[in-house]
């Protein structure tokens, strides 16, 4: 296993732009995609596996990482990564839960921990980075709903034990049986993996090198399957609609906008077609035809806070700051709890130059740290907002944060020890800059 005082390697170039226009650079390797709406989506068709093993599903964080491969992997505690393509090629809801569930397995073990404890406390840019040994450092995010960093690291983390897998084999079958589902999906996933495998050889780059999979193993999740009581059961009632949905915004982002315009031609007036066709015209970017196109999705379906989401973004994208304001706000009134939707709004309060809008700005951005500060970029947020508002201590603590989440550990003493001199000493944000100063420390060593 790698050197928990190498985890935190990542550098990053903090960007604001539309990634998810942006095609991914291989040197740049993969993303973490965030989006509030297919995260929710995601969580919601694995709620009952997640209470099955006894946690709790708002506590457990989705990341999409945009990747064809079929690799998925547990980090840092409740944190499960998916690739994208994974998700794109489970034909139904029981494959993708079928590995949702064996990583929940990894996660009820405390299997990462164990492993490397250092990971409790690592910033989800430096885990991406340390699952994707490609050589670049590039991070960034947009305002969402498509948002993404990537970086580099080491892969051997990753590698799990042949018991360790056993046993979260184990767990997955067990939570499966505990919520009525099926298992066919996860032995349909291994045999395909399998299959890859033999294929690539040395080459193959999936869950063959994360996952250390044998015959033996698929053997016992075969005949799990055919003693167990669930195995020809259905998927449970709409997740079928919820894979399909999340499949189209995924397609619709990363496609081209010609492959999406003609994968939903206007004669399907389907909302998921719709939905896919005003993504793309957005992206082109046609915003005379995208702008109606949501704004008919909003009048039709007007308790969906993503539609709203998506608007505001179209807008403040294209520097149309104020007008973003309104949709992003009644996004954020629909589901108060989203934290990548109040930083979204937050985003839009600063630029727009209002000194109390500002003021609000920093509020949300501090609420969402709470479930969000193990990512960089609501720490770029609120230095930025803290600058605007004359607070500097704050403003360089929230660097520090910044700095700490991006593995620049120079940055993270710079500004932690900038920090300490501009705050109130033994206050409660100076005592976080002393605990940033020794953890940037402890890392350089």
């Known amino acids: 296993m790698s050197d928990g005082r190498r985890v935190l390697r990542l550098a990053a170039c903090l960007l604001v732009l539309l990634l998810a226009v942006r095609p991914a650079r291989a040197e740049s390797g ?237 004669s399907d007036q389907s909302t998921l077609a719709r939905y896919a066709r005003a993504i793309a015209n957005y992206r082109i970017p046609r915003l005379d035809t995208a702008l109606p196109q949501i704004d008919a999705l909003i009048r039709d379906n007007p308790k969906n806070p993503y539609f709203r989401e998506l608007k505001g973004q179209m807008l403040f994208e294209n520097g149309r700051v104020r007008e973003a304001l309104q949709p992003y706000e009644e996004a954020v009134k629909l589901v108060p709890n989203q934290a990548l939707l109040r930083m979204s709004l937050s985003q839009a309060y600063i630029e727009s130059g209002d000194p109390a809008l500002n003021k609000r700005a920093i509020a949300y951005l501090n609420d969402a740290a709470r479930t969000e500060g193990k990512e960089s970029q609501v720490w770029h947020f609120l230095a930025v907002a803290y600058g605007r508002d004359n607070q500097m201590g704050m403003a360089a603590l929230s660097l520090s944060e910044e700095a700490l989440a991006n593995g620049k550990k120079k940055d993270a003493l710079q500004q932690s020890t900038r920090a300490k001199q501009l705050l109130p000493k033994n206050g409660a944000s100076w005592m976080r800059a002393d605990d940033i100063h020794h953890e940037a420390e402890r890392l350089e060593n």
């Not at 995609?33 to 506590?59: C, H, K, W, Y």
């Not at 964080?61 to 690799?71: F, G, K, S």
């Not at 044998?214 to 609609?241: C, F, K, L, M, W």
């Not at 399909?244 to 939903?264: E, G, N, Y």
């Open 30 to 266: 993969p993303l973490i995609l965030r989006d509030a709406e297919i995260e929710n989506q995601l969580r919601t068709m694995a709620a009952p596996i997640f209470r099955a093993a006894g946690l709790v599903p708002s506590d457990v964080n989705i990341y999409l990482v945009q990747d064809n491969q079929l690799n998925s992997f547990v980090a840092g505690g409740q944190a499960i990564f998916v690739n994208t393509g994974l998700i794109l090629k489970a034909k139904v809801p029981n494959q993708l839960i079928g590995v949702i569930a064996h990583e929940t397995g990894h996660i009820s073990g405390g299997h990462v921990i164990r492993t490397q404890q250092a990971l409790e406390n690592a910033r989800v840019e430096s885990i991406i980075a340390m699952a994707f040994a490609l050589g670049a450092s590039v991070a960034g995010r947009s305002s969402a709903p498509m948002l993404g960093a990537a970086g580099v690291g080491e892969r051997s983390f990753l590698r799990y034990s042949v018991a360790q897998e056993a046993t979260a084999d184990h767990a997955g079958l067990t939570f499966l049986d505990r919520t009525g589902q099926s298992a066919r999906g996860l032995l349909k996933f291994f045999e395909v993996l399998q299959s890859e495998e033999m294929l690539a050889g040395e080459r193959q780059e999936a869950w063959g090198r994360t996952h250390p999979f044998t015959q033996q193993r698929i053997e016992y999740i075969r005949r799990h399957v055919e003693g167990s009581r669930y195995s020809n059961a259905p998927d449970p009632p709409g997740t079928a609609e919820l894979l399909q949905a999340v499949k189209v915004k995924i397609r619709a982002f990363l496609d081209p906008p010609s492959t999406t315009l003609a994968a939903f031609p206007e």
